[in-house]
């Protein structure tokens, strides 16, 4: 059976659904077994509601650019369709799935919960687990990840989740542990099914020495070491 996840991000008027904010952005993008698919859900919608500037100040999105942008009842059909039966991954997920079901609720149309629909798996937990004790926020994760986030100068709800799918990837190990018996396959059928070997032939290895100069300033190094130290653990 395939897995579907949608990876999902949201931006918001502001904090809080209960004190009237409502979901300006949603953006999603699809792994099947791990893998994007180009399956990608993205929208903007028109809150009918001012944003908080705090909030601009963090997106970029303004009242003006949402004026033509549909409200959230036309397009609450397809984007329930498209995340129902997948399992959701989102960054501190409450927030989300807080104004996602707030948004279906007033409705009234007898949509679902969200958690009735889909699995949720919150990758801040996640991280908390991984690296507990450290600064866990997106950003943070791309640094530790050494994930290319460049492009990310204003948060935005697509680019979010393109982000965070690298990030889910990279912390639950990526396509390796998915392709290793692809990979053992394809390499004894190609080999023949006989383990390959370096040819007895080929050029010895470079070995390249330490110069006189190069030990001196090494030891000299150590010496610096010690006197800071009072001890030096590459003597012991």
């Avoid at 912390?171 to 998915?178: E, R, V, Y």
Wanted: charged share 25%.
């Amino acid at each position: 059976m395939h897995k579907r996840q949608i990876v999902l991000d949201t931006e918001t008027t502001g904090i809080d659904p209960k004190e009237g904010h409502r979901i300006i952005e949603i953006g999603c993008v699809e792994l099947v077994n791990r893998r994007l698919t180009g399956n990608n859900f993205h929208v903007y919608i028109n809150p009918q509601r001012g944003i908080e500037e705090e909030a601009i100040d963090v997106h970029g999105i303004t009242n003006e650019f949402l004026r033509d942008k549909p409200f959230f009842h036309q397009i609450a059909q397809e984007f329930y369709d498209y995340i129902q039966g997948a399992e959701l991954v989102i960054h501190n997920a409450p927030f989300d799935v807080g104004f996602m079901d707030h948004e279906f609720a007033m409705l009234n149309q007898g949509f679902a919960k969200t958690h009735d629909v889909c699995e949720v798996l919150d990758t801040l937990v996640m991280a908390r687990d991984l690296h507990p004790g450290q600064k866990n926020s997106l950003d943070a994760l791309c640094r530790r990840y050494d994930i290319d986030n460049s492009k990310r100068t204003l948060h935005g709800a697509l680019l979010d989740s393109e982000i965070l799918s690298d990030v889910y990837l990279a912390m639950t190990g990526g396509q390796k542990k998915l392709n290793l018996a692809q990979h053992n396959e394809q390499a004894q059928q190609g080999s023949g099914g006989e383990i390959r070997r370096l040819s007895a032939e080929r050029a010895p290895l470079k070995v390249v020495m330490a110069t006189a100069d190069e030990l001196d300033a090494h030891e000299a190094r150590m010496e610096l070491v010690n006197k800071a130290s009072g001890q030096s653990l590459w003597q012991q």
